[in-house]
């Protein structure tokens, strides 16, 4: 190993994390270049090359970059919306809200969006991400400011994307995808509100309010980038830059080759594509709840409260051994926290943190939480979900699509699914619990958490 590891989680979460988690974190310990440590975050387990939850900060000019490191489903992220509403306003209209948005946002593998996008749009959309969106009109300028990267990352290069990457993205530009995406109508009920001045910056300000919040990234685009990069840097790795690594799912150039200066630009136009696509969403739900509701999305206070990625590399500059460095964060299923005061932090957020959306699954609710001063032990970063405890295939054989339904229903959740064996992959057993991994965040002075969303209406991927 070049540098220790490091895994953050309680001992009840240690003690349930799959062997492959530390093999495969030992393994990121190895890659040239990484700094300081390797980390996995609470809600770790097994992923492709990395462990989800999985943190690796590289020199850029003796590290590598690593599209296992990043994920295929590139910038995944997660959108939370407020509104002015309470749950007695839309108790009645719950399974119409639901229902539209089902039919308004297409989920499902190969699911089209109702853009037609010619080769020029979509490399437009390549290469200002959310921006494009705002450009013709969907949605509303002060979202690009509660954004991460004002919903565009400079140096996105649609000339280093294969046609066949662009052929699956083309259609997919407002879609919410499959696997453990989703959409959802939340509450915040009044006993969980854990800072109140924190949430009121962030427009969540009234007992039982609503929020809606989604989880999706950027669909087969995403996957074919990082699919075409691996198959091209795997012929180099050993041949060509003198890499050998015990695992080839790590597969990688080093950053300041062509060959890493091309991904790290392809990656970027996954990352922009996938700010678009939960633009794109976000305006299909403003004109679903304001059909339904009979009133202006404005008026509703439909406003973003932010927008975070969790499965990126980005440059970034942070504190090594008593001095600033400039490094290459890879973060593969986990959240770029930033402390307050921070400058890439939103002005309105800038005193309380970066917002953070850590999703749970559609049985147990998800919270929102902020970035703090102690996150630096981890380059500002933290979880971004739950964490699976069995695999899909695992969780398919154990629980039944409708049968799982049924039970939200009795308990108040209303969901519309494309497949109930999907629907019995998301089981909320198949899932750590939040509660804990949440917990564990703060405990290990990653982030804070600020509410806990309660879901009673779901849009399942």
Same mark, same amino acid.
């Given at each position: ?6 895994? /953050? ?15 495969? &974190? ?15 975050? =609470?809600?770790?387990?097994? !992923? ?58 297409? #989920? ?11 080769? #020029?749009? /979509? ?66 009920? =009044?006993?969980?509100? /854990? ?69 790290? #630009? ?34 509703? !206070? ?37 402390? =307050? ?13 970066? =917002?953070?959306?850590?999703? !749970? ?51 108040? &959740? ?48």
């Amino acid at each position: 190993m070049r540098v220790p590891a490091r895994i /953050f989680a309680t001992p009840e979460i240690l003690a349930g994390m799959d062997d492959q988690v530390f093999e495969q &974190i030992t393994n990121v310990a190895l890659l040239p270049g990484i700094v300081d440590r390797a980390f996995c975050m =609470p809600d770790g387990h097994w !992923g492709y090359g990395f462990p989800i939850g999985g943190l690796a900060a590289m020199d850029p000019d003796t590290g590598v970059i690593s599209p296992g490191g990043i994920g295929f489903d590139i910038n995944c992220g997660m959108r939370l919306v407020r509104t002015n509403l309470v749950h007695d306003d839309i108790r009645e209209h719950v399974h119409r809200l639901v229902d539209a948005l089902y039919t308004r946002v297409p #989920a499902g593998v190969g699911g089209h969006g109702f853009l037609k996008l010619g080769d #020029a749009e /979509f490399r437009d959309v390549g290469r200002h991400g959310a921006r494009w969106c705002i450009d013709h009109g969907y949605g509303w300028p002060e979202d690009l400011d509660r954004t991460e990267e004002r919903g565009a990352i400079a140096g996105a290069d649609p000339d280093c994307v294969s046609k066949r990457a662009l052929d699956r993205g083309r259609a997919q530009v407002g879609t919410l995808g499959s696997g453990n995406h989703y959409l959802e109508i939340q509450i915040v009920k =009044p006993e969980h509100v /854990f800072d109140a001045e924190a949430a009121a910056v962030m427009g969540i300000d009234r007992p039982y309010q609503v929020v809606v919040m989604f989880h999706c990234g950027s669909r087969g685009f995403g996957h074919q980038i990082a699919s075409d990069y691996v198959q091209a840097f795997l012929p180099l790795m050993d041949k060509k830059f003198g890499i050998k690594l015990p695992d080839r799912d790590l597969a990688c150039a080093p950053f300041r080759s062509a060959e890493g200066q091309a991904y790290f #630009a392809a990656m970027k136009c996954g990352m922009n594509m996938s700010f678009a696509n939960r633009q794109m969403i976000l305006h299909r739900i403003r004109e679903v709840f304001s059909d339904v509701l009979g009133r202006d999305a404005r008026d509703l !206070g439909l406003d973003m409260v932010y927008d975070v990625s969790h499965n990126t590399a980005k440059l970034e500059e942070h504190e090594v051994g008593g001095r600033r460095r400039q490094l290459l964060v890879h973060r593969k299923g986990a959240t770029r926290a930033f402390a =307050p005061g921070m400058a890439d932090v939103p002005a309105a957020f800038r005193f309380i943190g970066q =917002p953070v959306i850590i999703g !749970g699954s559609m049985e147990t609710g998800s919270y929102l939480l902020c970035g703090v001063e102690s996150g630096r032990a981890a380059f500002f970063t933290t979880a971004h979900g739950s964490g699976r405890t069995m695999s899909r295939a695992a969780a398919k054989k154990q629980f039944r699509g409708q049968q799982l339904e049924r039970d939200l229903a009795h308990r108040g &959740i209303y969901v519309r699914t494309v497949s109930y064996a999907g629907l019995a992959e998301e089981a909320g057993a198949a899932y750590k619990d939040i509660d804990a991994v949440v917990a564990a965040t703060a405990a290990a002075g990653l982030s804070r958490p600020v509410v806990r969303l309660t879901p009673i209406g779901n849009v399942k991927g």
